[in-house]
């Protein structure tokens, strides 16, 4: 069974910087797409970023292209990760760590529906 564990969230000013983290425990991480969503208070789960399992391929939703966010993972060490940069108000959210099973290498999906194991989330709040 996956666990996902995600941390590096907090309170940041608009226009600062955050790096998300996300541990994955149970199986080797080389077999999962990977999925960065958030969710703000009372909105839908929205997909923010994912990330083959290789690494070479990544995807973006709508609300964050522009470059200002950029996924990673590290399957030797079983870490994924989030740089957020220029925060806005309107990134504050819970961001949740997920993964998908697949066996296609450059499989990438900011839909929810595609996830099968969700971390507890990361509450990221910016505000001056």
């Known amino acids: 069974q996956l666990q996902l564990v995600e941390s590096g969230g907090g309170l940041v000013q608009p226009g600062g910087s955050l790096r998300l983290s996300c541990a994955v425990s149970g199986e080797t991480l080389e077999h999962y797409a990977m999925g960065w969503f958030r969710q703000a208070p009372g909105k839908e789960r929205e997909g923010v970023s994912s990330?083959?399992?290789?690494?070479?391929?990544?995807?973006y939703g709508e609300s964050v292209k522009g470059r200002r966010f950029t996924i990673s993972r590290d399957n030797a060490k079983n870490m994924v990760y989030l740089q957020m940069n220029s925060l806005k108000p309107e990134d504050t959210g819970i961001y949740y760590c997920?993964?998908?099973?697949?066996?296609?290498?450059?499989?990438?999906?900011?839909?929810?529906?595609?996830?099968?194991?969700w971390g507890e989330g990361t509450l990221v709040t910016v505000s001056a």
């Open positions: 997920a993964a998908t099973y697949t066996g296609v290498r450059e499989y990438t999906s900011v839909a929810r529906i595609n996830y099968d194991y």
């Open positions: 990330i083959s399992r290789d690494g070479r391929s990544t995807e």
